[in-house]
């Protein structure tokens, strides 16, 4: 293991890099989770300021989701395509899944249920209504904590850290958030809770992890690289 100073640095390089890959993460902490989660899917490819007048209009035009649920499609691309033609019809395609999805399984047009809930489960809910990528899940569990003090650091950040050799083997969920305090003086919780659960998702994969695409390998101490010329593969 490198020492504090060094891993520090490593971290920031590595939330650099993710950044760069992945764009900036935003988040409106203070909206209900069903309006973030709405958000989070406006901001795919989006500039944040455009994703928050488009959420804006659709509060202001709509009584509440569930209008918006029986809404035709022409009518809601009447809301969004001003604002570009750049994925409009995908938008509008996964806005209307997640709220048909969360209409069917629940029989409601509102999260706030999930904030009595565990993490896990409020993950698993939000995991099944099929249309939220789980860095945008983790985002929403993170929003619906209390506070970000007792913020969770998902098991992807977990093992891409302790791959990339900046966290030690951890073996519970507090020792994992005070190896990562001691790691940054200003975390920003959403940030990196959503870069790093977007890596271990797409590239830092558990079984096989795709060292021969991943941004991080310069970085990156784990001995069994796969892919990587002069590596075991
Ligand atoms: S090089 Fe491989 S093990 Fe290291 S972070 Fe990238 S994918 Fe994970």
Redesign the pocket.
Known sequence: MADNASEKKTLQEVMTILEKANGKVHVLPDEPPLDQAVYLILRENWDYRKATKVLHDLQRDYVDWNEIRVTTAGEMRGVLAPYGDRDVDVKIEKLRTLLDNLYKEFNTCDLGFLKEMEMDQQRRYLSTLGVLTPAQVQILVQTMQPSLEEFEVPQQAVR?LT??GIMPRVYSASSARKHVEKLSDELDVYAFQAHLVQHGED??LNKS???GE?S??AL?G?KR?VGVVGKAS
């Open positions: 891409v791959r990339i590239v830092c992890p795709h060292c991943c991080l390998v990156c784990f690289k």
